[in-house]
């Protein structure tokens, strides 16, 4: 049976250095955003990862059509095997959380955490109904956010922590079932969506604030998924695991 990996948000950052690290496992890959199928981003990393890759496109505030999402990379790839959910948005303005509009509110929840909710159902759903001899992974891309407050993002912690407990949740329903589920929690990492404050968390980093001295790049993440994916932490279900360059330690 053919190794499946489905990653939201797979054409950039965090999800393409995923993507780089199943493809050279040996994985076929499904990359799926909001971006339109020219995006240059999209373009960009289908032309990197070559006859690995598909691409599409899927909104995760659309709930209502996960189903298709799973259909088209079935016919075209097979069952997926591995669930990256990575895909994820900021704050739309970060401020005094005294001052936060539920408009921003609802659209970050209702990306990082109801849309990866109905489609991680939508993935668990069918590998429940199609048992299989290979081993089978679901992954949740966090944040150190799920533990570490922000205030002037509030809306993101929110998510964030919610994904955790959303993590856990499939970790004991799946179990039962030889499903491997596992959250990741990244720290500062240099991508696109960071790239905004980079001068800001350069700063902090050499002042200390992450024991590494460095940034965490896309890779870091991937180089953790693999062994995730191939079962090599099978015993270790529902593992949370800080990818942060001991960011989240706590110190005196």
Same mark, same amino acid.
């Given at each position: 049976?053919?190794?499946?990996?489905?990653?939201?948000?797979?054409?950039? %950052?965090?999800?393409?250095?995923?993507?780089?690290?199943?493809?050279?496992?040996?994985?076929?890959?499904?990359?799926?955003?909001?971006?339109?199928?020219?995006?240059?981003?999209?373009?960009?990393?289908?032309?990197?990862? %070559?006859?690995?890759?598909?691409?599409?496109?899927?909104?995760?505030?659309?709930?209502?059509?996960?189903?298709?999402?799973?259909?088209?990379?079935?016919?075209?790839?097979?069952?997926?095997?591995?669930?990256?959910?990575?895909?994820?948005?900021?704050?739309?303005?970060?401020?005094?959380?005294?001052?936060?509009?539920?408009?921003?509110?609802?659209?970050?929840?209702?990306?990082?955490?109801?849309?990866?909710?109905?489609?991680?159902?939508?993935?668990?759903?069918?590998?429940?109904?199609?048992?299989?001899?290979?081993?089978?992974?679901?992954?949740?891309?966090?944040?150190?956010?799920?533990?570490?407050?922000?205030?002037?993002?509030?809306?993101?912690?929110?998510?964030?922590?919610?994904?955790?407990?959303?993590?856990?949740?499939?970790?004991?329903?799946?179990?039962?079932?030889?499903?491997?589920?596992?959250?990741?929690?990244?720290?500062?990492?240099?991508?696109?969506?960071?790239?905004?404050?980079?001068?800001?968390?350069?700063?902090?980093?050499?002042?200390?604030?992450?024991?590494?001295?460095?940034?965490?790049?896309?890779?870091?993440? %991937?180089?953790?998924?693999?062994?995730?994916?191939?079962?090599?932490?099978?015993?270790?279900?529902?593992?949370?695991?800080?990818?942060? %360059?001991?960011?989240?330690?706590?110190?005196?």
């Amino acid at each position: 049976m053919s190794k499946v990996a489905l990653i939201t948000g797979g054409q950039q %950052g965090i999800g393409l250095g995923i993507a780089r690290e199943l493809a050279g496992a040996g994985y076929k890959l499904a990359l799926a955003s909001r971006s339109e199928d020219d995006a240059p981003q999209v373009q960009a990393a289908l032309a990197e990862l %070559g006859d690995a890759a598909i691409y599409i496109r899927h909104d995760l505030q659309d709930i209502d059509n996960v189903a298709l999402v799973l259909d088209q990379v079935e016919a075209r790839l097979g069952p997926v095997t591995t669930f990256v959910s990575n895909a994820g948005v900021p704050a739309k303005v970060r401020g005094d959380m005294l001052e936060l509009a539920p408009d921003s509110f609802d659209f970050v929840l209702g990306v990082n955490l109801r849309g990866a909710f109905f489609l991680a159902q939508e993935v668990a759903r069918r590998m429940l109904k199609a048992p299989s001899d290979s081993y089978r992974s679901i992954v949740f891309v966090t944040s150190v956010s799920a533990s570490m407050a922000s205030i002037e993002r509030a809306e993101y912690c929110i998510s964030k922590a919610g994904a955790g407990m959303m993590a856990e949740l499939f970790a004991l329903r799946l179990a039962p079932h030889g499903i491997g589920v596992f959250e990741l929690r990244p720290g500062i990492i240099e991508t696109e969506m960071t790239a905004g404050v980079k001068d800001k968390y350069t700063a902090r980093i050499e002042g200390g604030l992450v024991p590494a001295q460095r940034w965490g790049q896309p890779v870091d993440i %991937g180089s953790v998924v693999v062994p995730l994916a191939e079962g090599r932490f099978a015993f270790a279900n529902g593992a949370v695991i800080p990818v942060d %360059g001991g960011l989240s330690l706590a110190r005196l």
